[in-house]
T-cell receptor, first 113, second 115 residues
Framework: QQQVKQSPQSLIVQKGGIPIINCAYE??????FPWYQQFPGKGPALLIA???DVSEKKEGRFTISFNKSAKQFSLHIMDSQPGDSATYFC????????????WGLGTSLAVNP | DTGVSQNPRHKITKRGQNVTFRCDPI?????LYWYRQTLGQGPEFLTY????????KSRLLSDRFSAERPKGSFSTLEIQRTEQGDSAMYLC?????????????FGPGTRLTVT
């Protein structure tokens, strides 16, 4: 059972476009929602993260929108560039000491020049 | 801070052999995590240390897997009697043990291929 559902599986946009990646969750105990970027052969790199007490967070060209009632959150990449071509993962964790991350299946993004 | 480092980066082994991977976390990060990632999937949690104590192990971690963090600094993950299904990227992450500091920072991973 996938606790964090991510869509779409793949996405192609033109340079300057705004790709949007969506995630949904069921467990209301989740209280931390990060997004990671991963290039082939590399480890995931933390992009941006949000807690459920805010509805939006922006860092540079990356924005998270969070809808607590719908149990959904999304990543928007403004003015996308070919260098943004990578796999993006959403994740979630539950309060407590462990904080292990539960991951979505990933979205492969291609930004065409 | 230097980032999380992992060694080796790649390991090819024959089925039935034992392998050991090392992770050096960001200094002063007292939480250390191991995850496994197969092609086209997100990482899956394996185990977690707070300082030298291993506090949780996933059901994915069979008896052939063992992890240690003897002095609360670097960690090792050993796989005994490797199987082809163990082929994956093994990722290590670390985070601060402070309230509200949830960010996990990942190393480059160790790619294991079992032939």
């Amino acid at each position: 059972q996938q606790q964090v559902k991510q869509s779409p599986q793949s996405l192609i946009v033109q340079k300057g476009g705004i790709p949007i990646i969506n995630c949904a969750y069921e467990n209301t105990a989740f209280d931390y929602f990060p997004w990671y970027q991963q290039f082939p052969g590399k480890g995931p790199a933390l992009l941006i993260a949000i807690r459920p007490d805010v509805s939006e967070k922006k860092e540079g060209r990356f924005t998270i929108s969070f809808n607590k009632s719908a149990k959904q959150f999304s990543l928007h990449i403004m003015d996308s560039q070919p260098g943004d071509s990578a796999t993006y993962f959403c994740a979630a964790s539950i309060g407590g000491n462990n904080r292990k991350l539960i991951w979505g299946l990933g979205t492969s993004l291609a930004v065409n020049p | 801070d230097t980032g999380v480092s992992q060694n080796p980066r790649h390991k090819i082994t024959k089925r039935g052999q034992n392998v050991t991977f090392r992770c050096d976390p960001i200094s002063e990060h007292n939480r250390l995590y191991w995850y496994r990632q197969t092609l086209g999937q997100g990482p899956e949690f394996l185990t977690y240390f707070q300082n030298e104590a291993q506090l949780e192990k996933s059901r994915l971690l069979s008896d052939r897997f063992s992890a240690e963090r003897p002095k609360g600094s670097f960690s090792t993950l050993e796989i005994q009697r490797t199987e082809q299904g163990d082929s994956a990227m093994y990722l290590c992450a670390s985070s601060k043990g402070l309230a509200g500091a949830y960010e996990q920072y990942f190393g480059p991973g160790t790619r294991l291929t079992v032939t």
